[in-house]
């Protein structure tokens, strides 16, 4: 469960490295929808990492998870809750997770936006017993990463029936 965001000054968070990243490069910052922004946020990240190999794609994926868990795990340590709201790099991975091996083309991406956001607002199993089971910054990143694997999932099977 989000909690509301308290603590760090609006100016301060930016030159703490952790929140940084966290806030998703200020995208979590954003005053209403912080998560969608984030998951928008990750689409040029993605337009970016896409021409790689998928190995590549995934070995940069992992290092983001592991530094997600770092940071979003300290971050909601420092402002002492479970899950804030601001923080959006679980959504931006979720989402570049989501995408693997997709073909391109904008209606591949708006599909795998729209289902990765159903997933991550929705939690449907396993994605809320990770997100009530697991705590600190695994607990963030792995309910998003559950929503990421689940739309890349359906998005790889719609893939080869379309």
Known sequence: MRAKDQGLPSRA??????????????AGRFPWAPGTVGTLAAIPLYLLL??????????ALLLMFLIGVWAC????????????ASIVWDEMLGFLLAMTATPPG???????FIL????????????????????????????????GAMTCLLLQAAVRIF
């Open 106 to 112: 904008w209606s591949w991406l708006l599909a795998g």
């Open 73 to 84: 795990g300290k971050t909601a340590q420092e402002l002492q809750a479970s899950d804030p």
């Open 116 to 147: 990765f956001r159903c997933f991550d607002i929705l939690k449907p199993w396993p994605i809320g017993a990770l997100d009530k089971q697991v705590s600190g910054g695994l607990g963030i990143m792995l309910d998003d990463v559950a929503a």
């Open 13 to 26: 968070w930016w030159r703490r490295p952790h929140y940084w990243l966290a806030y998703g490069l200020g």
């Open 50 to 59: 896409r021409p790689l190999p998928v190995v590549w794609y995934l070995a």
